[in-house]
C-alpha cells in the first residue's frame, strides 16, 4: 500500500459541497488501503479577500500580521474537509503549519521551509488518521506564523510529501493536468502526460502558475515524484518525470507560457563606460526589487541605452529610483512601460533542434507583432511585446510549433 500526499486547491475546496465531494475521494483512497496525508488550500478567493482587507487598513500590509491574517484561509478548510471526513465514517485530524511543525524562515510573505517534523503524522496515520495539515504557512524559530508566497500550498505539499517519503505527491486543481500552455487562454491546448522537471520549472518561472515554482524545485532537488491532476474528473493527469524521453515523436517545443506581471524601464543615452551596469542596477536592488531581463545597447555616440523589467508591483518604486540615477549619470531621458507581457517557448528538444528561435520570430513577424526584448537560455526563448498582442502571440506560436489539439468533430 502507498503514502500519498495531496494536494487540494482553492476551486476544489471552495464550497462545502467540493470539500464534501473531496473527502469522498480520499476515502476511495483509504477503502484500497493507501495511507493518505493532505494538504488544503483556503476556499477559492478567500485569499485574494483577505488582502483586500489587509490593505484597507494599511497600503502596504505589516508582514508579520499579513501572515496572521492570510493564513486563517487555511485553518477554515483543515478543519471543514476533516468533520467531512469524520461524516464518511474516517478517522481524521487537521493541523496549522505551526502545529504539525512546519519551520521555515523568517522572511514573512515568501518564506521558505527549512525542516519539517514527521513523527506527529506517522503517529497518526498508524492510527488508521487521514492527516489534513494547511497549506501555505508555517512558523519560524520565534514561534511567528509565516507563509510562503501565493500559491504556496503547492510547496507544503511537496515538502511534506519529501519528509515523508511519499510514493507520489499528487496535487488537484481545476485543470485535469499540464497542458501545452493554459487551457483558458489556447481552447486547443493539449494535456502532456508526461513534463521533465527543467521543462515545468521553466514553465512555472516564466508565469505558468499551474505549479508554484518553488514546489518544483522541492520536488526536483529531492526527487519526489510529483503529478497533477483533476479533482473533478478521474485520469492519470500529468506526471512531473525525471526522465528526458528519448522518442523520435517528441515535439521540439513542450510548451508555452506567457506573464502578465511585469514592467519595462529603460535609460536613454547614459555614457557608455565602466561600472555604469552597476550603478544602475544597485540602488535597484537596494531597494529590494528582483530585476528579471536586462538589455544594454550601445550607440555611436558613445552612450547606451539601458533597459530591464521588474515586477509590475514594483514599477512606479523602480520608476522613481531609475529617475534619481538617470540625474546622477547625465543620462537622456527615462522611459518606462507598464502595459507588456512576456511571451516564452519552452523545450528541451530545442537543445538538438536549430532554428526554433528565428521559426517564434518568423511567427511573430507574421502577425505584426513587434518584439521588444529577446532573452534565451538553452531550453527556452522569451520575448517581450506589449501587452494587447500576447493572446495572438501565444495561439499563433501554439499553432507554429504544432502544439494545437487536432479536431475531433468537424463540420
Ligand atoms: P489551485 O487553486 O488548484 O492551486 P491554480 O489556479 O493555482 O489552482 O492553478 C490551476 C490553473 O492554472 C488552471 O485553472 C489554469 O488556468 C492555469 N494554468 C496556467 N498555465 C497552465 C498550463 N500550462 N497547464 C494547465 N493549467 C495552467
Ligand atoms: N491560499 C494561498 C493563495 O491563494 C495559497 C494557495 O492557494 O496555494 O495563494
Ligand atoms: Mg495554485
Known amino acids: ?62 508582514p508579520r500580521e499579513y501572515d496572521v491574517l492570510v493564513s486563517t484561509g487555511e485553518q477554515v478548510t483543515i478543519s471543514l474537509l476533516s468533520m467531512a471526513l469524520k461524516s464518511l465514517g474516517l478517522d481524521a485530524r487537521s493541523y496549522t503549519g505551526a502545529q504539525v511543525r512546519i519551520k521555515t524562515d523568517s522572511s514573512h510573505t515568501k518564506a521558505r521551509i527549512e525542516d519539517i517534523q514527521t513523527d506527529l503524522m506517522r503517529q497518526d496515520l498508524g492510527a488508521g488518521r487521514v492527516v489534513v495539515v494547511a ?23 511537496v515538502a511534506l510529501a519529501a519528509a515523508l517519503k511519499a510514493d507520489e505527491c499528487q496535487i488537484y486543481t481545476d485543470v485535469d493536468g499540464v497542458y501545452t500552455t493554459d487551457p483558458r487562454v489556447v481552447e486547443r491546448a493539449q494535456r502532456l502526460d508526461k513534463i521533465t522537471f527543467e521543462e515545468m520549472l521553466e514553465m512555472a518561472s516564466l508565469g505558468s502558475k499551474v505549479l508554484q515554482i518553488r514546489s518544483v524545485e522541492f520536488a526536483g532537488k529531492y526527487k519526489v ?11 492519470g493527469g500529468t506526471l512531473i518525470s525525471t526522465e528526458e524521453e528519448d522518442t523520435v515523436e517528441k515535439p521540439i517545443i513542450s510548451g508555452i507560457a506567457f506573464n502578465r506581471d511585469e514592467a519595462k524601464l529603460t535609460l536613454l543615452g547614459v555614457p557608455d563606460l565602466p561600472g555604469v551596469a552597476s550603478r544602475i542596477l544597485a540602488p ?13 545597447n550601445v550607440a555611436a555616440d558613445q552612450t547606451t541605452d539601458f533597459t530591464f523589467t521588474v515586477h509590475r508591483n514594483d514599477y512606479d518604486k523602480a520608476f522613481a529610483i531609475l529617475k534619481e540615477i538617470n540625474a546622477m549619470l547625465g543620462g537622456r531621458e527615462c522611459v518606462g512601460d507598464n502595459k507588456i507581457a512576456k ?31 529577446i532573452s534565451t537560455s538553452e531550453i527556452k526563448v522569451s520575448v517581450v511585446m506589449s501587452e494587447k498582442y500576447m493572446e495572438l502571440a501565444v495561439r499563433a506560436l501554439h499553432s507554429a510549433f504544432d502544439l494545437d489539439k487536432s479536431d475531433t468533430v468537424t463540420g
Open 1 to 62: 500500500m502507498a503514502l500519498y500526499v495531496q494536494k487540494y486547491g482553492g476551486t476544489s475546496v471552495g464550497t462545502v459541497e467540493r470539500i464534501q465531494a473531496v473527502a469522498e475521494k480520499i476515502k476511495r483512497f483509504r477503502d484500497q488501503g493507501h495511507d493518505i496525508v493532505v494538504v488544503v488550500s483556503a476556499m477559492s478567493g478567500e485569499t485574494n479577500r483577505l488582502i483586500g482587507l489587509a490593505k484597507e487598513i494599511q497600503e502596504t500590509p505589516d
Open 135 to 157: 497549506g501555505f504557512q508555517g512558523m519560524d524559530d520565534d514561534g511567528n506564523i509565516t507563509t510562503l508566497g501565493r500559491g504556496g500550498s503547492d510547496t507544503t505539499g
Open 225 to 235: 515524484p510529483l503529478r497533477v491532476l483533476s479533482s473533478f474528473q478521474d485520469g
Open 284 to 296: 535597484v536592488s537596494d531597494a529590494n526589487i528582483e530585476v528579471d531581463m536586462i538589455v544594454q
Open 343 to 373: 511571451v516564452s517557448i519552452v523545450g528541451v528538444g530545442m537543445r538538438s533542434h536549430a532554428g526554433v528561435a528565428s521559426k517564434m520570430f518568423t511567427t511573430l513577424a507574421d502577425e505584426n507583432i513587434n518584439i521588444q526584448m
